[in-house]
């Protein structure tokens, strides 16, 4: 097979420059929901360093809260465990565009496969982050319901 020449190359290039800004968002998307795991993490050992210093009505309201921050560490980690492999998937997807332009290799029906994989996966995903979120919300409106009770006393 002969060398590829530049303008096979800048051709390349520009069929990988979609999979790319695709694996950036998803980078995007790592970087918060990590920093969401960190701070539900954070939030855990806390609760759990002060639970054998409580009472017990105070124990029992961290150890509900305990249980609704494993619920949100499970749906947190679903989600960047799918996140990772659907940039996984994309990293195979520009390797295939790559190596099909420059091998002469049928790759379009692989690529294509991958690329609704990965774009399932993402969706799971987010759907998954989309549940930790409401978790989350749900127990701030928790909260001020129980602030607003506390106001009326």
């Given at each position: ?7 096979d190359i800048a051709h ?42 409580q009472d017990e009505p105070t124990s029992r ?93």
């Open positions: 097979m002969p060398d590829p020449l530049p303008s390349i290039i520009q069929l990988a420059i979609a999979p790319v800004f695709t694996l950036a968002g998803i980078g995007a998307l790592l970087n918060v929901m990590a920093n969401r795991l960190a701070r539900v993490v954070d939030r855990w050992r806390s609760l759990e360093g002060e639970l054998a210093r309201l961290h150890l509900a809260e305990l249980a609704v921050l494993d619920r949100r560490m499970v749906h947190t980690n679903l989600a960047i465990a799918l996140s990772t492999l659907a940039a996984l998937l994309i990293c195979i997807v520009i390797i295939l565009l790559f190596t099909g332009q420059l091998i002469a290799i049928p790759v379009a029906p692989a690529v294509s496969i991958l690329f609704v994989i990965s774009m399932s996966l993402l969706v799971v995903a987010l759907i998954s982050f989309y549940i930790e979120v409401r978790i989350a919300s749900r127990t701030l409106r928790v909260t001020r319901a129980l602030l607003e009770t506390g106001k009326k006393q």
